[in-house]
């Protein structure tokens, strides 16, 4: 059975870091690319951050880009993405999510449960 | 960045069929991907590539694609169908997962 397990939301001032984890388990987790996706309160789903199944390959939504960074470890099945220069439309729950193949062209096949992220003083 | 436009809400009686839109520039040369999200819940996928279905979602949902507009149409609704469906698709100019708005589908 595909899991994904996130983790790491908090509560968190503006212009601070958090980091996300994900954990993964159930399939091959090398084989498939890895994406984050999130849900302000109320609103809709709004892809984040992709990276490829190698690591090799990473994508940013323009509204993160040179504030997130997305990273994964094959060898411990995890996903991250560190969060700097936090501001308040970054609060959200945040999906860990899985693609059906390698690249993140292919649809989304398996999502986490979400981690709440809070930005304010 | 390509932009997807779907309704914000959509209404349908029980026993009925409801359409869902997904517009783009020239979206029918790509694939179009359908989620379906119930409240408090993650979403799950029920039309992958235009048409496919995925193991478990009923017949009763299909999707189409063609031109400008994608199309998710859901026959013979029941109460448990009503949810926020999104499209998606990958936007190869830009490198990103593109998501509609969302369509809230109300079962009167």
């Known amino acids: 059975e595909v899991q994904l397990v996130e983790s790491g939301g908090d509560l968190v001032q503006p212009g601070g870091s958090l980091r996300l984890s994900c954990a993964a388990s159930g399939f091959t987790f090398g084989t498939y690319a890895m994406s984050w996706v999130r849900q302000a309160p109320g609103k809709g789903l709004e892809w984040v951050s992709g990276?490829?199944?190698?690591?090799?390959?990473?994508h940013y939504a323009d509204s993160v880009k040179g504030r997130f960074t997305i990273s994964r470890d094959n060898s411990k099945n995890m996903v991250f993405v560190q969060m700097n220069s936090l501001r308040a439309d970054d609060t959200a729950v945040y999906y860990c999510?899985?693609?059906?193949?390698?690249?993140?062209?292919?649809?989304?096949?398996?999502w986490g449960q979400g981690t709440l992220v809070t930005v304010s003083s | 960045s390509y932009v997807v436009t779907q309704p914000p809400s959509v209404s349908v009686a029980p026993g009925k069929t409801a359409t869902i839109s997904c517009g783009g520039n020239s979206i029918g040369s790509k694939s179009v991907h359908w989620y379906q999200q119930k409240p408090g819940q993650a979403p799950v996928v029920i039309i992958y590539?235009?048409?496919d279905r995925p193991s478990g979602i009923p017949e009763r949902f299909s999707g189409s694609n063609s031109g400008s507009t994608a199309t998710l149409t859901i026959s013979r609704v029941e109460a448990g169908d009503e949810a926020d469906y999104y499209c998606q698709v990958w936007d190869s100019s830009s490198d990103h997962r593109v998501f509609g708005g969302g369509t809230k589908l109300t079962v009167l």
């Open positions: 999510a899985k693609s059906s193949g390698g690249s993140e062209a292919p649809p989304i096949d398996y």
């Open positions: 990276v490829s199944s190698s690591g090799a390959s990473t």
């Open positions: 590539y235009n048409t």
